[in-house]
């Protein structure tokens, strides 16, 4: 069965057993689902609402944007859960000749590289997701800014989550030009992720304060 269609109370119960999957790469793309189902929701919130005719057309792009990130966040549930299998599987390759140690040091070496590219996929759609939702927080129904915002909090989170299964990764890829172009790609999206949440946040802050005062 799916972690992506088991119920949440189970899915919960099984990231808290024994077990090493559902791990915390598979759980920053959940964050990053429920990110992309908020900045739906807000849209749909939107659309067809009286004082909101003029944003209807950016409202239903925004939502089906953000339907088709939810979509594929939700499969990178599976997809981390996934590649961290086949990590393990390569790692209990056989080693008992030189050209099975080879096969094996390959294998090892190709399923570390899948299972830092998947969470950085997800981070890279965090950051096509951010934009989508500062526009629902500035121009989206103000009576679900809230969702909104925890929206992008969670997108933040899930990112964040994401590279730093990306950085575990590559502690142990060696390939060292792959290793040097993801961790440089890392970085750069660190620090782009948490100014976006910063900015949002501040923003969404300051339009609060001129309603109130207004």
């Known amino acids: 069965m799916l972690l992506s269609d088991m119920k949440v109370c189970d899915l919960l119960e099984k990231t808290a057993s024994r077990e090493p999957v559902p791990g915390g790469g598979s759980m920053s ?11 739906e929701m807000v849209a749909n919130l939107t ?3 009286k004082g909101f005719e003029a944003v209807e057309g950016e409202m ?8 088709r990130h939810r979509e594929r966040f939700t ?18 390759m056989p080693k008992n000749t030189e050209m099975e140690k080879q096969a094996r040091s390959q294998a090892i070496q190709d399923a570390l590289k899948l299972a830092a590219e998947v969470p950085l996929a997800v981070a ?19 009576n679900a800014l809230t ?13 964040l989550g ?15 030009a792959y290793v ?20 949002i946040l501040a923003d969404a802050q300051s339009e609060k304060a001129e309603i109130s005062s207004g």
Do not use: W
Request: no cysteine; aromatic share 2%.
């Open 29 to 39: 793309a959940l964050a990053a689902a429920a990110a992309a189902g908020l900045v």
């Open 47 to 49: 659309i067809g609402r």
């Open 60 to 67: 239903q792009s925004i939502s089906r944007e953000a339907s």
């Open 75 to 92: 499969e990178s549930i599976d997809r981390d859960s996934g590649a961290y299998a086949k990590v393990m599987e390569a790692f209990h």
């Open 124 to 142: 890279e759609d965090v950051l096509a997701l951010l934009p989508l939702g500062k526009s629902v927080i500035r121009r989206g129904n103000p």
């Open 147 to 159: 969702d909104g915002l925890v929206g992008v909090m969670l997108a933040r989170s899930g990112a």
């Open 162 to 176: 994401a590279l730093r299964n990306v950085r575990i990764n590559l502690d142990s890829i060696k390939d060292q």
């Open 180 to 199: 040097s172009k993801l961790s440089a790609r890392v970085r750069e999206m660190e620090t782009l992720i948490v100014q976006m949440e910063k900015d």
